[in-house]
């Protein structure tokens, strides 16, 4: 099946910096991704879907200038949480649909401390 | 807000038992995804049903998905510890976008 790995696999950072996570569909093209976020004992949070040459569209309550997203070419998306804070330490996973409309191909995820 | 519900949240059970899980919404969806997910990966995909009153069966989990396709639920014969773990359903929408559910932790003793 398709593969689509994420780095970092974790990362820890400091308050008020940036960190950028990287989605790559490794044996297919996708014109689109979905971020999604995930806290602790809950389930997967949607984001924002990642167009490839466009721009991301941002699900409601997402903070477009927190969470830049950008999708340069057709293996790969990129999310940057921008002046990260503790309340922003979670774990990031990126899907990549399938030829079929019901196909998603998910990421292993990104886990991201903010001290 | 959730768009889908799931039921219970929690489930804690001996080896052997028989449990369901529900997933509801108030919407409509194009299909609907089970997944299970281990702790720091990503969900892994179990089934997908598109058709309202689908049943499909792997092994002992038996799938269904509500006549109106607003409603899900996953049946588990026989639980084993190898169950253990967190699921999640997924209703489908337009453009390959999906919505999870709240999720079920379920906890299968030996």
């Known amino acids: 099946g398709a593969v689509v790995s994420q780095h970092p696999s974790w990362v820890i950072c400091k308050s008020g910096t940036s960190v950028k996570i990287e989605c790559r569909s490794l044996?297919?093209?996708?014109?689109?991704m979905f971020w999604y976020r995930q806290f602790p004992k809950q389930s997967l949070m949607l984001m924002a879907t990642s167009n490839e040459g466009s721009k991301a569209t941002y699900e409601q309550g997402v903070e477009k200038d927190k969470f830049l997203i950008n999708h340069a070419s057709l293996t790969l998306s990129t999310l940057t949480v921008t002046s990260a804070h503790p309340e922003d330490s979670s774990f990031y996973i990126c899907s990549a649909p399938g030829q079929s409309s019901y196909e998603q191909y998910f990421g292993p995820g990104t886990r991201l401390t903010v001290t | 807000t959730q768009l889908l519900e799931q039921s219970p949240q929690f489930l804690s059970i001996q080896e052997g038992e028989n449990l369901t899980v529900y997933c509801n919404s108030s919407s409509v969806f194009s299909s609907l995804q089970w997944y299970r997910q281990e702790p720091g990966e990503g969900p892994v995909l179990l089934v997908t049903?598109?058709?309202?009153?689908e049943v499909k069966k792997l092994k002992r989990l038996t799938f269904q998905f509500g006549d109106a396709r607003k409603d899900s639920s996953l049946h588990i014969t026989a639980a084993q510890p190898g169950d253990t773990g967190l699921y999640l359903c997924a209703g489908g929408s337009n453009f390959n976008k999906f919505y999870f559910g709240s999720g079920t932790k379920l906890n299968v003793k030996p």
């Open positions: 044996d297919f093209q996708a014109t689109t």
């Open positions: 049903v598109v058709t309202g009153g």
